[in-house]
Every structure is written in structure tokens, then in C-alpha cells.
Nanobody, 113 residues
Framework: EVQLVESGGGLVQPGGSLRLSCTGS????????MMWARQPPGKGFEWVSS????????TYADSVKGRFTISRDNRKKTLYLQMNSLKPEDTAVYYC??????RGQGTQVTVSS
């Protein structure tokens, strides 16, 4: 059974930073493309970033480019999202997912003063 567990969310002031983590099990993490998506309150899902199975290729939504960094550690079966210069509009539930389907339960990120 595929399991993805996110952690690292919380309340942060505008301009602050957070690092999200996502640990995978039940599948071969090292051959899976991975992604982060988010759902702001009252809105639909928004893709945030993707990373190839070996980390060589990354892509970002324009709204987070230059502020967020996706990375992975295949030995630890863990995906990361470093979020800097956070804005109130980054407030959302953040989900990690496999490129071919499946996602975790999410972690709440709230950016507010």
C-alpha cells in the first residue's frame, strides 16, 4: 500500500521560512517522480513543484519560483519543500504526491502576522 506522510507545516509570519517533508513507503521511492501541490482555503488544488526520480530535473509554478526549492533524499525515501519568503497567499494545505498518482493527507501551512 502506497503511503505518503507529510510533516513540517505550521504558522509562520510573512517573510518567514518552513521546510516540509514527505516520507514515502509501499513503493519504490527512488524510481518515482514526485510533486508538491497545495489547496488554499476555499479553492481548488494548485500544482506547486515537481522533481524527477533522481532529482536532476525540477519544475515550479510561477507563483513560487525563486522562493521554493524541491529536493529529495532517496536513501531516506523523503521528499522536501523548502519554502522561503513566505506570503499570506501561500496559506494552504500542502500535499506531496507521486507523479503517477497517490498523495498524502497534507500538512497545513498558515502565513500570517
Amino acid at each position: 500500500e502506497v503511503q505518503l506522510v507529510e510533516s513540517g507545516g505550521g504558522l509562520v509570519q510573512p517573510g518567514g521560512s518552513l521546510r516540509l517533508s514527505c516520507t514515502g513507503s509501499g513503493f519504490i521511492f527512488s524510481v518515482s517522480g514526485m510533486m508538491w501541490a497545495r489547496q488554499p482555503p476555499g479553492k481548488g488544488f494548485e500544482w506547486v513543484s515537481s522533481i524527477s526520480h533522481n532529482g536532476d530535473s525540477t519544475t515550479y509554478a510561477d507563483s513560487v519560483k525563486g522562493r521554493f526549492t524541491i529536493s529529495r533524499d532517496n536513501r531516506k525515501k523523503t521528499l522536501y519543500l523548502q519554502m522561503n519568503s513566505l506570503k499570506p497567499e501561500d496559506t494552504a494545505v500542502y500535499y506531496c504526491g507521486k507523479a503517477d498518482g497517490g498523495r498524502g493527507q497534507g500538512t497545513q501551512v498558515t502565513v500570517s502576522s
